[in-house]
């Protein structure tokens, strides 16, 4: 069953305001040049809906990246980009959201997945 594109999207400051302190999932940066990156493309299977005409996905579908990956996630197909950093960004935001509001564990878990990502490459 396709979902409405018009649910009330969940928006949640405190979340949001969490994912500025962790760092980047692609590079390990810190700092002022994270940026909350919604993850537009939908997946039905893990329930996210439909997004687009200006309108985001749900805060929890967001993760944080360095700027410059953030515009180059934008600079082409989002499936395209995260394959080519060899990431799954659903599984990602799962992860984040399963440990909020813990930023020691979730900045532990991002360096260590982009550390076994840099030796399986």
């Known amino acids: 069953m396709l979902k409405s594109a018009r649910t009330p999207r969940q928006v949640d400051k405190a979340y949001t305001s969490w994912l500025h302190e962790l760092p980047c999932v692609v590079t390990g940066r810190i700092g002022e040049g994270v ?7 939908v997946d039905f299977e893990n329930n996210k809906d439909l997004t687009g005409g200006g309108r985001k996905p749900d805060d929890r579908w967001s993760l944080p990246l360095w700027w410059h990956e953030h515009t180059r996630q ?13 990431k799954d960004p659903l599984e990602l935001c799962r992860k984040l959201e399963s ?20 030796r399986f490459r």
């Open 35 to 41: 940026q909350q990156a919604h993850i537009r493309f």
């Open 74 to 86: 934008h600079s082409m197909k989002e499936q395209t980009y995260w394959q080519a950093e060899g």
């Open 99 to 118: 440990l909020y509001p813990d930023t020691d564990a979730a900045t532990v878990f991002i360096l260590a997945q982009i550390n076994r990502h840099r």
